[in-house]
């Protein structure tokens, strides 16, 4: 199928695919494993390591309380932000690092809505990662809103306040159509929340040029910021003087260091910020970013298309009908990451960490494979494919060690 | 004025008193500076740096996604917890680490309002720190309960669903009488929500003991877990059952990696959790609180009202009545933190950090000195009230390289 109809011709693609830019000897990777898990934690950056041992020696143990100013502590989520909006297809000064994605979701919600004041309902994805839904319920109950689950793409009613999609869908890594929907969600007359958890460091998105309201993100996956770095949130500057989060705190304060009893919100972006950043999670996301130095958003898309293209088809031509590939095979419609469905996922994922491929597994049934294209060769693909076709013709998966439940996997 | 009439007095008691225990080996401190303002930003203790090292090379680096269940990463948050509520005179499984205190004042003042529906109103002490009164008045708002100002020790109205206050004011160093209040309120029949940033590592508390429903906390202060760290949250086990916190994410789910649309909360405290936390932060505030290993909190306690009642008399002897101590004389009502009023206190603190004293400011006009027990020492504080009496008197603070405005000082 596709092009890859033998052995050679993969091979040759994979050189090929190989012979370009590369950004691998940023990254420290294990050795003896193939890292397909950039979906869910990022690799570790080299600029990381030195940068976090200042973080703690220099800044926090000699420096202590004067850092704020004199490392620009105070400006860091608004600065590491700027670097984040970059990768977005957004100008400076709309984008902070603040909280987890969770809250972030919260606070976007609730200050979507208060944008449409005459709205009556939340539109959100069924097929949201589950907190996305958590959240727009739990928020939603407290402005009076109602929840109505409804896929992107279709129409929404005239009364919709806010409606809520994730960019790359976390389960089957299927890419929705974000300039399409954006317009359609301002047809209706409504405010978009875009969750690029799954987009963020893969994908240019274009945040300005598509006219998107507000969105909200995760540093620990393609951004590669470190297990639990801190999220981002977005808010187009045209909303900013309007802009009411329902979660204000001396961070987002206009004056913070005048402690007045009443919150005056700050005049721009960082009226998003809540309390004090675990700084020494931003510090080490802030080196992370410096991954992407000089490489352009549409080199990184191409190259995640050629990992995931090539990955498909390796596994149409060597795993012989045993897995179904459940994400779109139109590159218009994917990204970085491949789900493939066997109805014993949890055991293969566990056999193929064993093998040295590691990748994860979503319920009921999904194995996920993320070529992160910063760090993730067209070689380390066909390597994977092949011990994923040993795995299954082998039935490796059968060992009874893979079938104990983790927490995580 | 008190015990130190003289010099050698003021000498006598800080060689008493620094004759005791000592962990200041388990800090790192730069040399030249006595360092007063661990009620901001804690001390780095020696066994942060290798731990964090660890984390971000071993666990982040090499281990990757694993290290959610072989580094103990998913249980982290429940874990420090009950080491902070060993501290706190807290039984484990009733606390979590997890945010920053602003966002866990949210859920605690909205769970708390929930516990109380037929409640009509939070009350709250208008000198408390200023996010907590930004997040008391927005947390009011979505709830639909009045908000009052009331001082802590006054009797509220029957109506009162819930009533936060401040265990040490922020400003004053004044410690609040949390035995007597707690049983007020609850005379009230309300809910109290303790925020515990200023008494958290340096003070018993006795969460348990003394039947506090909910207590929120900073850790990056008397606790020492680096800049940001993130906060605390507690809620007594009686309430778990009962606990319905506004801000559901995926990690206080019961079964999280069910990935469920439905939101069903963890049995126990891991409800209060809501999304991925700052790994990095989180481990290094594990690491910090080692500096505790073996140090009852009663010796903690005594500590710092041995270090801020000498400091008192010393500024009572040396400094001439040129600033006013506006902390409590009285033991029973004041903690390690001494503030002092001066017309110029901007202008005094930047002064004393130049001469190597390192204190903070709080406006409009206090001078904030705090005697962290566990690494200032006596010594310290006589040494450091010297250089004070001696900025005042030689009008040190007059460099008009002092007067510039800086944002946090």
Redesign the interface.
């Known amino acids: 199928m596709g092009d890859g109809g033998d052995d050679g011709r993969l091979a040759a693609r994979a050189a090929a695919g190989d012979a370009g830019w590369s950004t691998r000897d940023r990254f420290?990777l294990?050795p003896g494993?193939i890292?397909l898990?950039g979906n869910?934690?990022g690799?570790?950056p080299v600029a990381?390591?030195p940068a976090?041992?200042d973080a703690?020696?220099i800044?926090?143990?000699?420096?202590?309380?004067?850092?704020?100013?004199t490392h620009g502590?105070?400006l860091a989520p608004g600065r590491v932000g700027d670097r984040i909006a970059g990768l977005l297809g957004a100008e400076p000064g709309q984008l902070v690092v603040t909280?987890?994605?969770?809250?972030d979701l919260?606070k976007a919600v609730i200050a979507g809505a208060r944008l449409r004041p005459q709205g009556r309902a939340v539109v959100v994805d069924?097929d949201s990662?589950?907190?996305d839904?958590?959240?727009v319920?739990?928020a939603a109950e407290?402005?009076g809103l109602e929840v109505r689950s409804q896929a992107p793409g279709r129409p929404l009613a005239p009364d919709t306040a806010v409606a809520l999609f994730s960019h790359v869908d976390f389960r089957t890594g299927e890419l929705h159509d974000l300039p399409a929907v954006t317009a359609a969600v301002h047809d209706a007359g409504a405010v978009v929340v875009w969750d690029l958890a799954h987009s963020a460091g893969v994908h240019p998105v274009d945040l300005d040029a598509n006219q998107v309201d507000l969105a909200v993100g995760?540093s620990?996956k393609y951004l590669n910021g470190?297990?639990?770095?801190?999220?981002f949130i977005y808010a187009a500057r045209r909303h900013h003087a309007r802009l009411d989060q329902?979660?204000?705190?001396?961070?987002g304060?206009d004056r913070?260091?005048?402690?007045?009893?009443?919150?005056v919100a700050a005049p721009g972006i960082d009226r998003l910020r809540?309390?004090?950043?675990?700084?020494?999670?931003?510090l080490?996301l802030e080196a992370a970013l410096a991954a992407f130095d000089g490489v352009p958003m549409t080199a990184v898309r191409e190259r995640a298309l050629s990992l995931s293209g090539l990955l498909i088809d390796a596994v149409d031509d060597w795993c012989g009908g045993e897995v179904e590939v459940v994400t779109p095979r139109d590159p218009a419609r994917r990204s970085a990451q491949v789900a493939l469905r066997h109805p014993h996922a949890y055991e293969v994922v566990r056999a193929l960490?064993a093998a040295g491929v590691?990748g994860?597994y979503?319920?009921p049934d999904l194995i996920r494979l993320g070529a992160a294209p910063l760090y993730v060769t067209h070689s380390d693909v066909l390597r994977a494919v092949r011990v994923l076709a040993d795995v299954l013709s082998g039935r490796q998966w059968r060992n009874p060690d893979f079938s104990a439940r983790?927490?995580?996997?």
Chains 1, 2 share one sequence.
């Open positions: 420290r294990p494993v890292y898990d869910s934690l690799a570790l990381v390591p976090v041992a703690v020696e800044q926090w143990g000699a420096d202590l309380i004067a850092s704020w100013n502590w105070w909280d987890s994605t969770s809250i919260f069924p990662f589950p907190t839904l958590y959240m319920t739990a407290l402005v995760c620990y470190g297990p639990g770095a801190p999220a329902p979660l204000p705190g001396w961070h304060h913070p260091f005048a402690m007045t009893p009443g919150y809540t309390g004090t950043p675990p700084m020494l999670s931003l080490a960490a590691v994860d979503r319920e983790n927490l995580v996997t």
